[in-house]
């Protein structure tokens, strides 16, 4: 690890000011950053901690049912307190890491990285969230931009997620041995107005939404309406020492039409 | 029922106090006054013409002792190899010098360039992320077939081969063997690779090298399995300092599963630059280092045949099999492939005809050398495997095969050199089927097939070769060292004994189990008997713990300085109890004249052996303390049948692990739960080598999976409870405890049994195109094995 200096604001216009200094870096849970600034991969001049503002933390419903989860808020949380209004969600948080991690990691940090393997991605896109930051909300569907691409700006803060609750959902993933991340995770939700499935930890462009699954399940919401498509193009998925872009594909197929299964 | 205490007893580690309630002192924990930090520039390009060595930025900087590199270190010696291997035409193996930092080039990622000395550890990492070597990079070498192949770049240009040897095994039976698979009725053969491990012991390496001037003597902390062995190799071979001022001290270690037997360049160099600052100098190793320094281990490319006749009679084994030695020759490498490996081709089988070729290959990968199990758990594998691909092509059960090319009577000589002194592999096969509920088996198929699941039955079994013995015998077979060892027994003059040992403990429990014999032998509680090991300056010499020696070899030798001791004291009780020597008996603690109820306590014999007021001095020396060197007639062979059931997902190629028996035969146990435990922990390593370890690397040599990110360790999830059994026992027949050894079993006689299971699984679910697949079996490899 480099030396770096350390802030931890207590008010967001502090928090904002701290990060618009030259290679200042946000540091929210860390369970992503501190392994990296231990491996000597990057060298911030500051980290400013997220961990004493307030109003980011917490879970709470909104006048239109949304669950709303402040961007700082573990893990371990998530998995408690969304568990009566949207336990699909719960469960995907339970089952991130290990409990170190959970009561570490946050949402904010997450969705901000937004590792092609995280399991978060999947829920935010596959429930249409909304992602509040420091200045305005962006629609899942236009916040993630590929492999640790965001539609964040430097030095924007992600304050909150609000998730609209579907009439069922399900995460199932397939682990990779070692980190034990997503190989492949599918998240189904089913709403009123149609079914959305998102894809982490397959695809080389990170999260996304599989098109035709998602019309498939909305006329038919069932595990054979999934076997009975073709699994998504290898071409574009990631291939690895885990597994080949054909192996992840088909996983693709596999996790979905479980999840779809699973759906409560 | 297990006795309360002494050989058979359930105690307690008495060790596991201090490691799990912090108080363990590891070689981290160490610091001494003054101590400067090293840390190590290294090679991130995995072959390279070093051109030069830029650490003028580095040399401004904070705290910044000196920057040392190769050409620093006039006079000292490379890293000695410590045994000789002759090639099949009588020639010597290649042996390429070793240094302690790169010279002219570099050979693999990982390879230390320079080390930096400062103040503290942060600021000799923030120097040596300044240093620049030039390295001219050229093309590496990592396939080994490659590297043997015509104009294939060198490793070493000095040597002119990257073919390290080429040895034949028994050589003069090779055209018998030949003719007898040329007349065979069946003949079965497997290509099959033994994946490279990485150790990933708990603890990491760490050193402290420490210098007197007052003195000129030389102290050196490091995590090590032996330290008599690595003062001796440092000493002798690469810094020139005499044993006698040359300390080498192995406190707590966390674990070595073998990579710890070794020398390396970091203890050298912190031990040189400690008197050439006049500072202690110390170096821990980060993970990541750790990831692509360590010496790796297995790494075989095979071929293996097995001839039979028609009733399944094993006729006749030929092997052909590719051994990576990494671009050096770390200090037992060249042993690992060959005696360790080709003694062992019979298995438990009666073979009368057995033909090993080894080809030893440089690469620009991290060297590789034993690691729990080293060279048998290789020789188990080719064989139980290639028995259970036999079985399926002949029709015949995988069981029955095995049982009737059992060997049966002994002693029984192998053609491969070696004589089991005993076993009884009827025995453990029995007790498996019986643990295992083998019986059952269908039974649960069925309710696997219920939920989807291709569930599969894998057995096999093993025979390994422990305390690697006599020295003799291994000095002809090119051992550069003796394989015996020490043990010290005194008695303190109010009764209590310490041991002290030439075998070190790093997770095995001797402080425990070798309290017990004691105890057991004299008859006092375990709390009696304390044990030394680590230190070269208070044990006697000794050749440390690898290879399940300790208590057949170590635990030999203490049982024979016990028994000195117990001679001794006989006789002044004699003397006390006006008696004849002979007429003596010790039990519980008392020596008693025996058929009198004359006796004389424990206490009372040692106090009178150092306070010698009423004593036949005429006749022995005071005090009450012995040594003995205890050199073994032969290996033991502690041997087994291992059973392992799992469950494959046909969508997704997801192995589970629903059951794993073991049955061993250990001989005579002393702590059965050191023993269980011992056995869980190889079973553990054996099934993260089949299902989830292995590094990998790309074309240009680097490691892909140098992390735990990416490379998979076992975790208590992968793993279901086993069945453990040892009531099988066939004592060893030539050393005093008639003990075997069990720290590898467990790692030698799982991979075979899950891969075993997996391709059972796979056949019996229609998959019968699928004969076999390579470890680790991932999910995505059984997957692609079933796309066909």
């Not at chain 1, 640790?148 to 009439?167: D, K, N, S």
């Not at chain 2, 099949?88 to 230390?112: I, T």
């Amino acid at each position: 690890m480099y030396a770096f200096d350390f802030e931890r604001p207590t008010s967001l216009s502090a928090a904002l000011k701290a990060l618009g200094r030259e290679d200042a870096q946000a540091l929210a849970g860390g369970q992503t950053l501190i392994p990296t600034l231990k491996a000597r991969l990057a060298q911030p001049s500051s980290l400013v901690s997220l961990s004493a503002l307030a109003e980011l933390k917490g879970v709470r419903k909104d006048d239109a049912g949304r669950v709303c989860i402040g961007a700082t808020t573990p893990h371990a949380v998530v998995a408690r307190e969304a568990a009566g209004d949207y336990p699909a969600l719960a469960a995907l948080a339970g089952q991130i890491g290990d409990p170190a991690v959970r009561n570490r990691g946050t949402i904010g940090g997450s969705l901000a990285n937004n590792d092609p393997s995280a399991c978060y991605p999947a829920a935010a896109l596959a429930s249409n969230a909304m992602i509040v930051t420091n200045d305005r909300e962006i629609a899942a569907d236009d916040f993630f931009e590929g492999m640790f691409a965001t539609a964040l700006e430097e030095g924007e803060i992600i304050t909150e997620v609000r998730f609209p609750v579907p009439q069922a959902a399900s995460y199932l993933k397939f682990e990779q041995p070692a980190s034990r991340f997503a190989l492949v995770g599918a998240y189904v939700a089913k709403f009123a107005d149609g079914v959305r499935v998102a894809i982490t930890g397959a695809s080389e462009e990170g999260v996304f939404r599989w098109e035709a699954a998602e019309q498939a399940l909305s006329k038919d919401f069932s595990a054979e309406a999934v076997k009975a498509l073709a699994a998504p193009a290898a071409d574009g998925m990631i291939g690895d020492l885990h597994g080949s872009s054909e192996y992840r594909a088909h996983l693709v197929r596999v996790m979905t039409a479980r999840a779809v299964a699973a759906a409560r | 029922m297990p006795k309360d205490f002494g050989i058979g007893a359930n105690s307690k580690r008495r060790e596991d106090v201090r490691f799990l309630t912090g108080d363990g002192r590891y070689t981290d924990d160490i610091n001494l006054h003054g101590q400067a930090h090293v840390a190590f520039v290294r090679s991130e390009v995995a072959h390279g013409r070093l051109k030069g060595v830029d650490s003028s930025a580095a040399e401004k900087m904070p705290g910044i002792l000196r920057v040392f590199t190769a050409a620093d270190l006039s006079g000292v010696g490379g890293l000695p190899c410590g045994w000789q291997v002759t090639d099949r035409h009588g020639n010597p193996m290649l042996e390429p010098k070793h240094p302690v930092l790169a010279e002219d080039k570099v050979r693999y990622v990982g390879e230390a360039i320079a080390a930096v000395v400062a103040e503290t550890e942060a600021q000799a990492r923030d120097a040596a992320d300044t240093v620049i070597p030039d390295i001219e990079a050229l093309p590496a070498v990592v396939d080994m077939k490659g590297a043997v192949a015509e104009g294939a770049p060198l490793v070493h240009d000095d040597i002119g081969s990257n073919l390290c040897y080429d040895w034949g095994f028994v050589e003069d039976n090779k055209a018998a063997v030949d003719e007898a698979f040329a007349t065979a009725d069946h003949v079965t053969s497997l290509d099959l690779v033994n994946n490279r491990m990485i150790p990933n012991a708990m603890e990491p390496r760490v050193a402290v090298g420490d210098y007197s001037r007052a003195t000129g003597d030389s102290t050196l902390y490091t995590t090590s399995q032996n330290p008599h062995v690595i003062r001796l190799l440092m000493g002798a071979f690469v810094l020139g300092i005499p044993e006698h001022k040359l300390r080498v001290v192995a406190p707590d270690v966390g674990g070595g599963f073998g990579s710890k037997i070794f020398h390396y360049a970091e203890e050298a160099f912190c031990t040189f630059a400690a008197k050439a600052l006049n500072r202690p100098v110390k170096w821990t190793c980060t993970r990541s280092e750790s990831f692509v320094t360590d010496a790796h281990g297995r790494d075989h490319v095979t071929r293996i045949e097995l001839a039979l006749d028609k009733e399944g009679h094993f006729k006749a084994i030929r092997t052909d099999t590719y051994a990576n030695m990494g671009a050096y020759l770390s200090t037992f490498a060249p042993s690992v492939p060959t005696w360790l490996h080709g003694t062992l081709m019979a298995g438990n089988y009666k073979t009368p005809l057995i033909y090993v070729n080894v080809k030893a290959v440089f690469t620009n990968t991290v060297p590789v050398d034993a690691y729990r199990g080293a060279g048998r758990p290789e020789a188990t594998y080719q064989l139980e495997r290639v028995i259970d691909k036999a079985a399926r092509e002949m029709g015949m059960d995988p069981v029955a095969l095995r049982r009737k090319n059992f060997i049966t009577e002994f002693p029984y000589a192998t053609p491969v050199a070696v004589q089991y002194d005993t076993g009884d592999y009827i025995a453990t096969m029995d007790k498996l089927e019986e643990i295992a509920d083998l019986a059952g088996f269908e039974a649960r198929r069925a309710e696997s097939a219920k939920k989807g699941l291709l569930r599969g039955l894998g057995v096999n079994c093993y025979i390994e070769a422990c305390g690697i013995a006599p020295s003799n015998l291994v000095g002809q077979l090119g051992a550069r060292a003796g394989l015996y060892e020490s043990a010290t027994v005194r008695v303190n003059a109010t009764g209590g004994v310490v041991v002290m040992t030439g075998a070190h403990s790093h997770g095995q429990g001797h402080e425990t189990s070798f309290a017990q014999v004691i105890a057991d032998m004299i008859g006092i509680p375990e709390d009696q008997v304390d044990v030394v090991h680590g230190d070269t300056a208070n044990t006697p010499m000794g050749m440390g713990t690898y290879g399940s020696r300790s208590i057949a070899v170590g635990g030999s030798a203490m049982v024979r300085a016990a028994g000195k001791v117990i001679d001794k004291a006989r006789k002044i009780a004699a003397h006390l109890m006006e008696a004849s020597p002979e007429d003596i008996e010790l039990k519980d603690g008392k020596f008693t004249v025996a058929g009198t109820d004359k006796s004389v306590a424990w206490g009372d014999v040692t106090l009178a052996a150092y306070v010698p007021h009423n004593y036949p001095l005429e006749d022995i020396e005071p005090g009450l303390e012995e040594t003995s060197f205890y050199d073994p007639a032969n290996f033991t062979y502690p041997a087994g049948a291992y059973a392992c059931e799992v469950e494959v997902d046909p969508e997704t190629g997801k192995v589970t692990l629903c059951s794993f028996a073991a049955a061993d035969d250990f001989g005579n146990i002393i702590n059965p739960m050191i023993v269980d435990g011992q056995v869980h922990g190889g079973i553990a390593q054996g099934v993260g080598q089949a299902l989830l370890e292995g590094a990998a690397y790309d074309a240009s040599g680097q490691l892909l999976n140098a992390s735990y990110m990416d490379y998979a360790m076992p975790r208590a999830d992968d793993l279901p409870s086993y069945v453990v059994d040892h009531s099988c026992q066939t004592p060893c027949t030539h050393n005093p405890l008639g003990v075997k050894g069990c720290g590898e079993a467990g790692a030698i006689g799982s991979p075979p049994a899950v891969v075993n299971a997996v391709v059972d699984a796979l056949q019996r679910g229609g998959h019968t195109d699928v004969t076999h697949i390579d470890m680790p079996l991932t999910p995505s490899r059984v997957w692609a094995a079933m796309q066909g």
